[in-house]
Nanobody, 124 residues
Framework: QVQLVESGGGLVQAGGSLSLSCAAS?????MGWFRQAPGKEREFVGG????????YYADFVKGRFIISRDNAKNTVYLQMNSLKPEDTAIYYC????????????????????WGQGTQVTISS
């Protein structure tokens, strides 16, 4: 069992920035960030392979969000810039074993472990 703990959520004005962290209790997993707004399905935000060599983003965050990881700390980060009110959601990190390719990383069911989520609220 892998434990994932997100931190860094909060309230910020539109145009501002937030940085989320996800600390894992084990290493060697590909990591994804998802979000879920009220009344909506959980959606893929971005992901990073276990080595950090491959990083993927949803179109709606390209150029605004940056994913990185520090394997020495078993931690993955989501730097969110130029935030918009529509970015308001609960943000989750998730860990996936196996392969990380051919868009198998965009579906929540592909992930093995999930964090508890952290609320991000963007005011207009």
């Amino acid at each position: 069992q892998v434990q994932l703990v997100e931190s860094g959520g909060g309230l910020v004005q539109a145009g501002g920035s937030l940085s989320l962290s996800c600390a894992a209790s084990a290493s060697g997993y590909h990591m994804g960030w998802f979000r879920q707004a009220p009344g909506k399905e959980r959606e893929f935000v971005g992901g990073i392979s276990w080595s950090g060599g491959r990083i993927y983003y949803a179109d709606f965050v390209k150029g605004r969000f940056i994913i990185s990881r520090d394997n020495a700390k078993n931690t993955v980060y989501l730097q969110m810039n130029s935030l918009k009110p529509e970015d308001t959601a609960i943000y989750y990190c998730a860990a996936k074993g196996g392969t990380y390719e051919n868009r198998n990383y965009v579906v929540p069911i592909a992930y093995d472990y999930w964090g508890q989520g952290t609320q991000v609220t963007i005011s207009s």
